[in-house]
C-alpha cells in the first residue's frame, strides 16, 4: 500500500508578528482541505493567514488592507501594492498541490516584481525548498498570475509581490 504524502501550507504570513493578546489578534482566514480525514466530518485547514484568500483587494475592509500594506516598508498611505487579481486562493491552491506532487517543505520567501500592467516580470527567491523543479514550478505560478497592480502616487508602478509561506509535512513522521 502506497502511503501518499500531503504537505500543508501554513502561516501566510502578510503581517505576521509577535503574537498578541486573544482580543487583539487580527482575523484568521484559511482554505480547507478538499476531503476530511477518515474519522471525521470535519475539514482542516490547510492554508491559513490573516488577510481573505478569496478576496480582490478592491473587495478587502481598509483593515485587511492595512495588513497587506504593513508588508512593506515605505508605502504612502494612498499607494497600494500590487495583489492577484482574483485574490490569494488560486496561487495558494496550485502552491499546495505543487509541494504536494514534488514532495518538498519548509520556508519559500519569494517576490514577484509587477510592472504597472499587473504582469509579474520577475521572481526572486529569499528563501525557497532545495528543489530546482518546485523554485521552477513557483516561477511559472508567480508570472502566470495577474495582479492588480501597484499604485503609487495615484499612478500604476513597478513593486514587489511578496510570497512567504511555510510547507509543513502533514504527518511529522513522514519526513526523519
Same mark, same amino acid.
Given at each position: 500500500?502506497?502511503?501518499? #504524502?500531503?504537505?500543508?501550507?501554513?502561516?501566510?504570513?502578510f503581517g505576521?508578528?509577535?503574537?498578541?493578546?486573544?482580543?487583539?489578534?487580527p482575523?484568521s482566514?484559511?482554505?480547507?482541505?478538499?476531503?476530511?480525514?477518515?474519522?471525521?466530518?470535519?475539514?482542516?485547514?490547510?492554508?491559513? &493567514?490573516?488577510?481573505?484568500?478569496?478576496?480582490?483587494?478592491?473587495?478587502?475592509?481598509? #483593515?485587511?488592507?492595512?495588513?497587506?500594506?504593513?508588508?512593506?516598508?515605505?508605502?504612502?498611505?494612498?499607494?497600494?501594492?500590487?495583489?492577484?487579481?482574483?485574490?490569494?486562493?488560486?496561487?495558494?491552491?496550485?502552491?499546495?498541490q505543487?509541494?504536494?506532487?514534488l514532495?518538498?517543505?519548509?520556508?519559500?520567501?519569494?517576490?514577484?516584481?509587477? &510592472?504597472?500592467?499587473?504582469?509579474?516580470?520577475?521572481?526572486?527567491?529569499?528563501?525557497?525548498?532545495?528543489?530546482?523543479?518546485?523554485?521552477?514550478?513557483?516561477?511559472?505560478?508567480?508570472?502566470?498570475?495577474?495582479?492588480?497592480?501597484?499604485?503609487?502616487?495615484?499612478?500604476?508602478?513597478?513593486?514587489?509581490?511578496?510570497?512567504?509561506?511555510?510547507?509543513?509535512?502533514d504527518?511529522?513522521?513522514?519526513?526523519?
Amino acid at each position: 500500500m502506497r502511503l501518499r #504524502e500531503r504537505l500543508a501550507i501554513a502561516s501566510l504570513c502578510f503581517g505576521c508578528a509577535a503574537p498578541a493578546l486573544a482580543a487583539d489578534a487580527p482575523e484568521s482566514y484559511g482554505i480547507k482541505e478538499n476531503t476530511a480525514a477518515t474519522g471525521t466530518l470535519l475539514k482542516r485547514n490547510v492554508v491559513t &493567514g490573516n488577510v481573505p484568500f478569496d478576496k480582490r483587494y478592491d473587495q478587502m475592509t481598509p #483593515e485587511q488592507r492595512q495588513r497587506i500594506k504593513d508588508r512593506y516598508e515605505a508605502v504612502a498611505p494612498d499607494d497600494e501594492p500590487p495583489w492577484p487579481a482574483d485574490g490569494l486562493t488560486t496561487i495558494m491552491k496550485a502552491l499546495l498541490q505543487g509541494a504536494s506532487v514534488l514532495h518538498v517543505d519548509g520556508p519559500l520567501e519569494a517576490v514577484a516584481t509587477v &510592472g504597472p500592467d499587473g504582469v509579474a516580470r520577475q521572481v526572486e527567491f529569499v528563501k525557497a525548498p532545495d528543489n530546482a523543479q518546485f523554485r521552477a514550478f513557483v516561477t511559472s505560478l508567480l508570472t502566470v498570475t495577474r495582479y492588480k497592480p501597484a499604485v503609487c502616487g495615484g499612478k500604476a508602478c513597478v513593486m514587489g509581490f511578496p510570497l512567504q509561506v511555510n510547507i509543513v509535512p502533514d504527518d511529522p513522521t513522514l519526513h526523519p
